[in-house]
């Protein structure tokens, strides 16, 4: 099946800093006369960071992470007390997503309509008239980090981890590097290995572009793909790949040869990840932290319908400084017994500064110490587990293993989607206990729903797309 797909490019004000994100369309142009000069392609690139901002922070894809390992559960209806499954994350939270009707229909269709946006901007970036040669670089660091970063989010929800089957020839994703155009048919969906070739190319390439100052001049560096992210994203790759050396290599070189710094201890309870936040989507002028409307509490009419698990609640002994990033409230709660104020656990992470964040340095250590674990370095996975620790106001472990350090991971970033990809990854089973509403509370590894539908659109406009297994 041919189709022609022309994705609109958001053009917005390089004017200021509070103008970064704006994204309302000021007129109509053609692909060409857009990308045809530094200013357009500037403002293409801007479009695309506003694209994942809203693609990425979309409520059924945050919370995916959490929800689906037993790190969530819901809040109780401020009217009523009952307790019921969010119909925004329903189908998800079953293991039964629908292909007809997805819960991250939109996340899956909007994150290939960046992608392609990318695509334009690395097919014209080359020709710009009136760009430095260092400014063009830049422009495809940025873009080619993007690109990765996309297709590997896509593939965490849409094929099994890299390791499923023992060679990667099971079923990954559709890897797009070029635009699509007229006359050209659909591309199928790659193997786990050929996808995870792709993205090493594209990672790798990005790296060795990026340059000093990053193409739009406003903002701050932790706003923009940078090299840091780009190594922090290269790192995730390899461990998914469970390239341990690779893996080391790159989250060591994040941790070694960066100015960022892990948030101290004092800091932790006021500002958990200001200091050592690497990539984060910058606000908008209505200052609508997008993550903040998923997970804060403010009142018991005006709540996030997510609150931790008495599952991992109960990880954090009473002297773990991250437990004040917890705010606990009591809520009217319908029961066989009556309507008794109960407990429930929501996070303040997202009532600080860093409202949009996707990296922070913590992680570079938990890839680093995983990743020395494998390498038979075992002094070295313990010495980043008892810096996070140490960090948390807690005593040293004395020895480590994976599923320890699985547990510390957990802690550390609970209400920051990874915990069930972790699991994944892992081949660990799912174990929801406390507060559970599915009928398929604790599904076992391997699983054909431990990844989501392709959407039906996608198979009827794309003759070559094959659907997952299990759909």
């Not at 008239?129 to 297709?151: G, M, N, Q």
């Not at 965490?156 to 048919?185: F, M, R």
């Not at 990053?214 to 998914?240: H, T």
Request: proline fraction near 3%; hydrophobic fraction near 40%; include cysteine.
């Amino acid at each position: 099946m041919k189709r022609l797909i022309f994705s609109i490019i958001s053009i917005v004000s390089l004017a200021s800093c509070s103008d970064f994100l704006y994204s309302e369309p000021v007129e109509s142009v053609s692909i060409t006369e857009q990308l045809g000069s530094k200013q357009g392609m500037l403002e293409s690139l801007n479009g695309a960071y506003y694209q994942l901002r809203s693609i990425y922070f979309t409520e059924a894809a945050l919370t995916y992470g959490d929800l689906l390992s037993g790190n969530l559960k819901f809040s109780p209806s401020a009217s009523s007390g009952n307790i019921s499954i969010d119909a925004t994350v329903s189908n998800v939270y079953q293991f039964d997503d629908q292909k007809m009707d997805s819960d991250l229909s939109l996340f899956y269709s909007d994150m290939y309509g960046m992608i392609n946006n990318v695509n334009l901007i690395l097919q014209y970036a080359d020709q710009l008239p009136d760009a430095t040669v260092a400014e063009i670089s830049e422009i495809k660091a940025e873009a080619l980090a993007l690109r990765a970063f996309a297709h590997f989010h896509l593939y965490k929800y849409y094929a099994q981890n890299y390791t499923y089957t023992a060679d990667a020839s099971h079923l990954g994703i559709v890897y797009n590097t070029k635009p699509l155009t007229i006359g050209e048919d659909y591309p199928s969906r790659g193997t786990a290995a050929s996808n995870f070739t792709l993205l090493e190319n594209d990672i790798q390439t990005s790296i060795s572009l990026f340059q000093a100052t990053p193409a739009i001049p406003v903002g701050q560096k932790k706003n923009f793909m940078n090299i840091d992210a780009a190594k922090m994203l290269a790192a995730e790759i390899a461990l998914w790949k469970n390239d341990w050396q690779k893996a080391y290599e790159y989250s060591n070189a994040m941790i070694t040869d960066t100015s960022t710094i892990l948030t101290p201890s004092t800091n932790v309870a006021t500002d958990w990840a200001l200091s050592e936040s690497i990539f984060e989507i910058a606000n908008t002028n209505n200052n609508d932290f997008p993550a903040a409307t998923i997970y804060n509490f403010m009142s018991a009419a005006n709540k996030s319908n997510y609150v931790a698990t008495d599952d991992v609640y109960s990880l954090y002994s009473t002297n773990d400084l991250r437990k004040s990033l917890f705010e606990s409230q009591n809520l009217k709660t319908t029961t066989s017994a009556g309507s008794p104020n109960l407990p429930y656990h929501f996070t303040k992470k997202y009532k600080m500064k860093t409202g949009s964040l996707i990296y922070r340095l913590g992680l570079a250590y938990f890839i680093r110490a995983e990743a020395g674990l494998r390498l038979g370095n075992s002094s070295q996975a313990l010495n980043d587990i008892n810096t996070i620790r140490n960090r948390a106001g807690l005593t040293n472990l004395t020895s480590i293993n994976l599923d320890l350090l699985l547990e510390e991971k957990r802690k550390e970033f609970v209400f920051e989607n990874q915990y069930f990809f972790d699991l994944m990854r892992n081949h660990k089973n799912v174990v929801r206990n406390n507060g559970c509403l599915s009928n398929n509370c604790s599904p076992t590894y391997p699983n054909n729903k431990f990844v989501l539908p392709i959407p039906h659109a996608s198979i009827t406009i794309n003759s070559a797309m094959q659907q997952n297994p299990g759909y």
